[in-house]
């Protein structure tokens, strides 16, 4: 977020962003869960994983949650090991990512450049920014599609714009989630029963409810 609000320019108006943001991804997430294809996944556990059965607490919800918290510091590692393994994750997982995201961005910011693509692809979305009577709404519709490959990607597209633009577009950048350099590939190398084009459909209903939702409050700001 840091990165997308320096390259629009929108570190003045941090707070207003990030806030924004939040409050956005999370209905977006919100809604999302909600509607096919993620309400048709089964709410069941893993392979090999029994649940633990609830328990009533009556009254004392605040003192169990207490309870259990205590319990779950006093069975952690120290401080300093704690930093060590989760650096050492950090690093691992960095480096495991690192090659998707460069040579996918990069890949996604040719295709942006040199090809009419997603051009093609923003009169997907250019409805949508078209309805919340969004400034440039093809504009927009390119940007949020070229999210698809990078999350960063947006962000150059849109950099010379209006401030409405950039605004709309930052977080776009971060509510659609779903992007092929990092996020698609991690998910295919778990057990998460979601394919491929699941996750588009994914995307392209997280844009989509992003732009109706941000697009109002843009305007409003600017």
Known sequence: MVVVASTL???GSWNTYFWTTLVITFVVTAVTVRIPPLSRIPDTCADGVT???EQDVGGRRVARAWQEARATVAAA???GRNIVVNVASGL???MAILPSILSIGLLGLALATYTPLFDWLGYLFYPFAWIAQAPEPLLIGKAAAVGI?????PAL???????????IVAVICVSEIVFFSALVPCVLATDIPISVPRMIVIWFQRVALTILLVTPVALLLH
Request: net charge positive; hydrophobic share 55%.
């Open 149 to 153: 490959a990078e999350m960063f990607l």
């Open 77 to 79: 590692p120290s401080l």
């Open 51 to 53: 649940p633990r059965p």
């Open 92 to 94: 691992r997982m960095t």
């Open 9 to 11: 320019d929108l570190m």
């Open 157 to 167: 597209v849109v950099a010379g714009s209006t401030a409405v633009v950039k605004f």
